[in-house]
């Protein structure tokens, strides 16, 4: 089955490590979108690549970073500039006709820097 | 993209029909209304979108105005496992930056 798979679903790092957290797709879908969320909060986006080797900074990029090289792949590393990096990361994807059917999410990777 | 309106929380008795409201009183002719849900530590579920009919899918119903300032979606007959956080997003198709996701609404199915 096809689907989006965010590895590990749980992460702990020490403060001042950079973190990097997988997201892979096999839908092949162009787009592909970074979202953070803390807790009873909505989701706000971090980054997102529309194509390979291109991406685009959301609402909150500071103090992390991206890459797109291959269309299943978008990892994202969180750095040790990023102030608060306790949350629960969410990564998405979406076809090209994405009026159609819209955006596929994974399960999540829920970091805790100590 | 036009804001959206949500109540925070909403309660539902099991079997019963859900009816979420949402107000996008800036919505522009070409934005879309979609609806996402979120149970607790999942990534969000797509449910159903439109533009301004009504629309049916085997999950909901979306209901919008003639209007199009806001609209409501349907759950026929809620379960237990409809209880979780709803979001209203407007957004027109040809944008090529994110969906937005607001605060929704966190709708509890009660037995």
């Known amino acids: 089955d096809g689907g989006i798979t965010q590895s590990p679903k749980y992460l702990f790092r020490k403060e001042g490590q950079n973190v990097t957290l997988s997201c892979e797709q096999n839908l092949n879908h162009d787009a592909m979108y970074w979202y953070r969320q803390d807790p009873g909060q909505g989701l706000r986006l971090i980054y997102y690549?529309?194509?390979?080797?291109?991406?685009q900074k959301g609402d909150i990029a500071e103090g992390y970073s991206v890459s797109r090289e291959k269309k299943e792949s978008f990892p994202l590393t969180v750095t040790s500039a990023q102030k608060n990096p306790t949350a629960f990361y969410l990564c998405?994807?979406?076809?090209?006709?994405?009026?159609?059917?819209?955006?596929?999410f994974g399960s999540g990777t829920r970091l805790t820097v100590v | 993209d036009a804001k959206t309106t949500q109540p925070p929380s909403m309660d539902c008795a099991e079997g019963r029909a859900a009816n979420l409201p949402c107000n996008h009183s800036?919505?522009?002719?070409?934005?879309?209304v979609y609806w996402y849900r979120q149970i607790h530590s999942q990534g969000p579920q797509y449910i159903i979108h439109g533009l301004k009919n009504n629309e049916t899918n085997e999950m909901a119903s979306l209901i919008i105005t003639e209007d199009r300032k806001s609209s409501t979606l349907i759950l026929p007959h809620a379960t237990l496992r409809d209880t979780a956080v709803y979001y209203c997003i407007v957004r027109a198709y040809y944008n090529n930056n994110d969906m937005r996701f607001g605060a929704g609404t966190r709708l509890t199915v009660k037995p």
């Open positions: 690549s529309q194509i390979v080797n291109d991406f």
């Open positions: 998405a994807s979406s076809p090209r006709d994405r009026e159609r059917y819209g955006y596929t």
């Open positions: 800036t919505i522009s002719g070409n934005e879309y």
